[in-house]
């Protein structure tokens, strides 16, 4: 079964497409832009283009196309972030597998997936395996193409220096049959030793007739069924501000948001005890990730609301959803020092019971 094809980005497909047509790609891309935006299905679809054996290009139709939709292509090599190997040294072969597994998770769920989470990170163990592959000769077709998706988290680690100078000769000067194409939604982020060696292309977010056409997919329709809580397709676009890849945070981002909500709502009744009792329910041990979430959803929330009381021509509820925000800015900077969630919870609750 093939994956999710490829919506939107019209622009970009025909620039490249021409590139690649007259000789003019470069060898190394990077693909920047906004997280959930399609980055890596634009480098899946520009791979099958380079792979397709018929034209124009990519035909959809012939062997490569399909095996390349199917995540089967020999020649299209995947490769995003991983948790780390259990065993520092993995060798190619465990490295293989590891993605072999990672791909058909994918493969299945259409090709639609979460964000990695922030211990996934692209391993030395990794980057050997691509330094080698890169060097064998194409299987089927008369090239290979490597994406290599959130390459910001390619991770320098001890002892890695080798592997990572053998990476970056090779961005640098790819084997004439090779294409690499690297994605970023923080290239600020990349190792400038990356940057520096790519050439930069932005993919800018789906504007509202792709993403309705991309939500109308009946693999979309699929996946997004499952949601604990169904939304409509107005909501979804909305949610998705032109990156519809963030539709697919899973439960985690759903309880987030709910997370956000319930510390809004408390915070705004001015029940105390209802205050209280949530800001202890954040915990008093860092359970990073899943706090920080729970903050970002908040501002999320919070610039809705600036952004509808901005259109309702409510200055005083915008600046007041504005000052929001930046509690939860500065209980953020809280949260990255020593301060225990339950704690900027409880100040944060305060400063936002302030605002009626
Ligand atoms: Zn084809």
């Not at 094809?5 to 000789?23: F, Q, V």
């Not at 692209?122 to 592959?133: E, H, L, N, P």
Request: net charge neutral.
């Amino acid at each position: 079964m093939p994956i999710v094809p490829l919506y939107g980005h019209a622009a970009l497909r025909e620039r490249l497409a021409s590139a690649a047509a007259t000789g003019r790609l470069p060898a190394s891309v990077l693909l920047h832009g906004p997280s959930g935006v399609g980055k890596q299905r634009l480098g899946l679809w520009l791979g099958a283009l380079l792979l397709c054996e018929s034209s124009p290009a990519p035909c959809g139709r012939c062997q490569s196309c399909r095996y390349a939709a199917e995540l089967a292509h020999p020649d299209l090599h995947w490769i995003f972030p991983r948790p780390r190997l259990k065993d520092a040294d993995a060798g190619a072969e465990e490295v293989r597998q590891d993605y072999a597994e990672a791909i058909s998770e994918r493969l299945a769920a259409g090709g639609l997936y979460a964000r990695p989470s922030g211990t996934e990170g692209i391993y030395v163990a990794t980057v050997r395996s691509i330094v080698q592959r890169a060097a064998i000769s194409p299987a089927m077709a008369k090239r290979k193409v490597f994406v290599i998706g959130d390459a910001e988290r390619m991770v320098p680690q001890e002892g890695s220096d080798m592997a990572a100078n053998a990476f970056l000769k090779l961005l640098e000067e790819p084997p004439a049959d090779t294409t690499l194409i690297v994605t970023s939604s923080e290239p600020g982020a990349l190792l400038p030793t990356i940057r520096s060696r790519v050439v930069s292309l932005r993919v800018p977010p789906l504007g509202e007739a792709d993403l309705r056409a991309f939500l109308a997919d009946p693999l979309v329709r699929d996946a997004l069924e499952k949601e604990p809580v169904p939304k409509s397709d107005a909501e979804r676009v909305a949610l998705a501000g032109g990156a519809p890849g963030t539709l697919f945070g899973g439960g985690e981002r759903d309880a987030a948001r709910d997370g956000a909500k319930r510390i809004l709502d408390a915070a705004e009744s001015g029940d105390r005890a209802a205050a209280l009792r949530i800001a202890f329910q954040q915990g008093a041990t860092r359970a990073r990730g899943r706090f920080t979430d729970t903050l970002d959803a908040l501002e999320g929330l919070l610039h809705d609301r600036a952004r509808t009381k901005v259109a309702r021509g409510d200055e005083r509820g915008a600046e007041s959803a504005a000052r929001a925000v930046d509690a939860v800015e500065q209980a953020r900077e809280r949260a990255a020092g020593n301060v225990s969630p339950n704690l900027v919870t409880a100040e944060l609750m305060r400063r936002l019971g302030e605002r009626r």
